[in-house]
C-alpha cells in the first residue's frame, strides 16, 4: 500500500504499472512500517504506565479512562493491518498529541482539559458504543481517525493536524454514518 501509493487500482493494467513504479520502494516502506509500530508500541508501553497511575486519581481518573478508550480504539485487534500504511503513519502524531496532552494537564487547570473532554465524548462516547458493537463496521473507522484529529486539535494545538475537523463537521459525518441522532 505505501510503496503502490493511495488510490484505487480497478485494473490489472494499473496495478502492473502501479508495480514497476513502486518496486524501488518496497525496503523504504518496509523500513517506515518497522519503525511507526515500534515508536508506536513504545508510546503504548508510556501511556499505559500513565493510565495505571492515575486510574484511581480523583482528578485524573475520568483523563485515564478517555485514554484508555483511545488505546482500545488505536491498538486494537489487527491494528496495522486495519490502519493500513498511511494512517498507521500518523500514530506518530497522535502520539505526540496524547504526550503534549498529559504535559499540558501538568501545567493547566485540570477543569481546562475537562471542558475540552466534554466537547470530545459528545461525539466520542456514541461513536465508541456503536464502534465496540460492530469493529468490523469501516465506515465507523473513517469516524475514528476524524475523531483523532479532532482530539489533535482540541488537547495538542501545538501538533499538526492531517485535515481539519470542526463539530460541524464531526456532526455531519455521524449524521451521513446513522448516527446524527446521537450527537
Not at 505526540?96 to 470530545?120: C, N, Y
Amino acid at each position: 500500500e505505501g510503496a503502490l501509493g493511495r488510490g484505487r487500482l480497478s485494473t490489472a493494467d494499473s496495478l502492473q504499472l502501479a508495480a514497476e513504479r513502486a518496486r524501488g520502494e518496497w525496503w523504504e516502506c518496509a523500513v517506515k512500517l518497522g519503525a511507526t509500530v515500534d515508536s508506536s508500541l513504545e508510546a503504548l508501553q508510556e501511556l499505559r504506565e500513565w493510565v495505571q497511575a492515575h486510574r484511581g486519581d480523583r482528578n485524573l481518573g475520568e483523563v485515564a479512562e478517555d485514554r484508555e478508550e483511545q488505546m482500545a480504539w488505536l491498538f486494537r485487534s489487527r491494528w496495522v493491518w486495519k490502519a493500513g500504511f498511511f494512517q498507521l503513519l500518523a500514530y506518530e502524531r497522535y502520539s505526540r498529541g496524547v504526550r503534549s496532552r498529559l504535559s499540558r494537564l501538568q501545567s493547566l487547570p485540570i477543569a481546562k482539559d475537562l471542558e475540552k473532554m466534554d466537547r470530545v465524548r459528545r461525539f466520542w462516547e456514541p461513536w465508541f458504543s456503536a464502534w465496540t458493537a460492530d469493529p468490523e463496521r469501516p465506515e465507523l473507522w473513517q469516524l475514528g481517525w476524524m475523531l483523532e484529529e479532532f482530539r489533535i486539535a482540541t488537547f495538542a494545538p501545538d501538533v499538526a493536524v492531517a485535515e481539519k475537523v470542526s463539530e460541524k463537521r464531526l456532526s455531519k459525518a455521524f449524521e451521513s454514518a446513522g448516527l446524527g441522532e446521537q450527537v
